[in-house]
């Protein structure tokens, strides 16, 4: 019997040493091996686990929260942080325990999130940031008694921690305007060597789900560790408009367009061609991102994957059209709170249109003639939100970054757009994108049927807006361009 195990366990082996590498029966999936020099995390992934810092429980993923503090405490000389947001206290404790070492620690947020939220009012606060401030009061309650002591709040205040341990922080109010369209990007630069950025924000509800809904799991987020300084010297010179001399110097900032962001730069990340491009640039600039995305999806000849938060830009549109017509296969999936907005251009992929609250159609709106197949939403968690803004061309190509697919990431943010052109790196996002499709809706599913008849009943055809009056950029009423971008486009979303 002994004889009969040895010669069975040999044949195994022998079978073993073909193409494909074996691996014990109900092993998880093999790793996937990465180009050198760079790392790639998915908070949502099912093949790995982590312990959540918010409820202490397991749940699937890559912890993004921990990859940035990593990163952080690696760092000898400098850190430069830009990012829309950042209130996750762990965070803000590893950076102020480098400044302390004497690294040099410089931080940019967006204005509307650069005010610690325990020296806000309730009562001076709108709807959406009164949401906020209680979600991070929420965050900032440690021992979940429902109230939030003075210790929990100084504790649990990440700008308050920078502010206090003299962290220098500005905002893209430092130029002297009352902030660009939103300083949207996210990365960390370490020792002018490392960057760290992606679609997440540095939020509990960008990685990790809400501190007070445990049915949340975190915006569907993903993050890129990239070595390089070749790289990392691109990331710098970006930051370094934005930062001038410092808070405490002139008004010499520059944010938007003032930055006269230039073309995308080609740099290698060990034997990786990356392309960089900081936005925003003029509509009449070729250089602009939406450009940049139309052209390389142009180029598709198989096979175009796409996972995106927003998507309002009606050239795409036509590119995926054409794509459509030439037999390239499509996967497009879109946040589900996003996709039935009236100016979203995944109603012009299924070949619908949506009037506005005002019974007003997006002017030079064109829904295809025949809808596009293969586009619908993901099944997520109540709350949670489709936050990435990812492409995969040919399985060769990764665009990723803080980008949406709109205007006004093109236009008037501080955004950052990446073409990585890797095919080992995009076999990972296609995994990602395999995870998302598996029970995805696709097509005009029963809530969107109701939302279409309930809008054909209230404004029957709609009336087509005019080019004068049409909606800004991120789908806002021009006449409210004013307000945060965050606070009108994104209204539904969480920090």
Known sequence: MRGWSLVMLAIALLQGCGSQAGRLVGAGPAELPL???????????????????????????????????????????????????????????????????????????????????????????????????????????????????????????????LRAAG???????????????????????????????????????????????????????????????????????????????????????RFGLAKQSGPATRVMVGTTPVEVLFAPHRPSDPNNGLNLIGSTLAAAQQRVDMALFVFSAQALTDVIAGLQARGVQLRLLADPGFA?????????????????????????????QQAAEGVGIPRLARGDKLHHKLAIVDGRTVITGSFNWSPSAAHQNDEVLLLIHSPLLAAHFTREMDRLWKGADLGINAALERKLLENRRRCGSGVQRSEGSRTSPTGNPATMSGLSAHNLSQSNSRP
């Open 35 to 161: 180009p050198a020099g760079i790392e790639v995390a998915f908070n949502h992934r099912a093949d790995r686990h982590y312990t959540s810092p918010i409820h202490a429980e397991a749940r699937n993923g890559d912890n993004l929260e921990a990859m940035l503090v990593r990163g952080i405490d690696a760092a000898e000389e400098d850190i430069l942080v830009a990012v829309q947001e950042l209130s996750l206290p762990a965070i803000a404790e590893a950076l102020v325990r480098q400044h302390r070492r004497g690294v040099s620690v410089k931080v940019v947020l967006e204005n509307t999130y650069s005010t610690p939220w325990s020296e806000q009012h309730e009562a001076e606060l709108d709807g959406h940031a009164r949401q906020r401030r209680q979600l991070l009061m929420e965050l900032a309650d440690r021992n979940r008694d429902g109230m939030v002591s003075l210790e929990e709040q100084q504790r649990g205040d990440a700008v308050a921690l």
């Open 167 to 253: 962290v220098p922080v500005l905002d893209d109010t430092a130029d002297g305007s009352k902030g660009s369209g939103l300083m949207h990007s996210k990365y960390v630069v370490v020792d002018r060597q490392l960057v760290i950025t992606g679609s997440a924000n540095f939020t509990a509800s960008c990685i990790h789900g809400d501190a007070a809904d445990r049915r949340t799991r975190g915006n569907v987020n993903h993050l890129l560790r990239l070595d390089s300084p070749e790289l990392a010297e691109l990331f710098a010179d970006d930051f370094s408009r934005m930062w001038g001399d410092g808070p405490a110097g002139q008004s010499d900032s």
């Open 340 to 368: 039935s907005r009236s100016f979203s251009e995944v109603l012009d992929l299924l070949g619908v249109a949506l009037a506005d609250r005002h019974c007003k159609l997006e002017a030079g709106n064109q829904p295809l």
